[in-house]
């Protein structure tokens, strides 16, 4: 993890109306117009698409870009280390969403934090 001091650079965005966040690491680029192949992050996460306004994410996984459409507000952050938790292992193992690492708080409230690999390459 890229650690900052005490936290973790990350970049967060919404999806399905729900907080996520990647290491800032794997976010290569945001762009601000829809490029010709794109996913959509509630598509990968299972989650209901919501309208609003959008961005896209460039992520790398295994060295290949791979173009995220996401819900705004999107933004770069740093989590203090302390904040971000793993889920316990019995919540662990029935978790349904794809690609969940761990659970973060802010001050505006849970943060899902999600490993790019396990979310991109299925």
């Known amino acids: 993890m890229d650690l900052t001091g005490h936290g973790v650079r990350m970049v967060r965005f919404s999806a399905g109306g729900h907080a996520f966040a990647v290491e800032a690491r794997h976010v290569r680029a945001m762009l601000t117009t829809a490029p010709e192949q794109a996913r959509q992050a509630e598509d990968l996460l299972g989650l209901a698409l919501l309208p609003g306004p959008r961005r896209w994410l460039v992520m790398e996984a ?7 459409e996401v819900a705004e507000p999107v933004r770069l952050q740093v989590i203090d280390a302390q904040d971000i938790h793993l889920p316990p292992p019995l919540l ?27 979310l991109l390459v299925r």
């Open 62 to 68: 295994d060295g290949v870009p791979h173009c995220i």
């Open 92 to 118: 662990a193992a029935r978790l349904t969403l794809p690609a969940l690492i761990a659970i973060a708080f802010d001050h505006q409230g849970p943060v899902l934090v999600l490993d790019p690999l396990s």
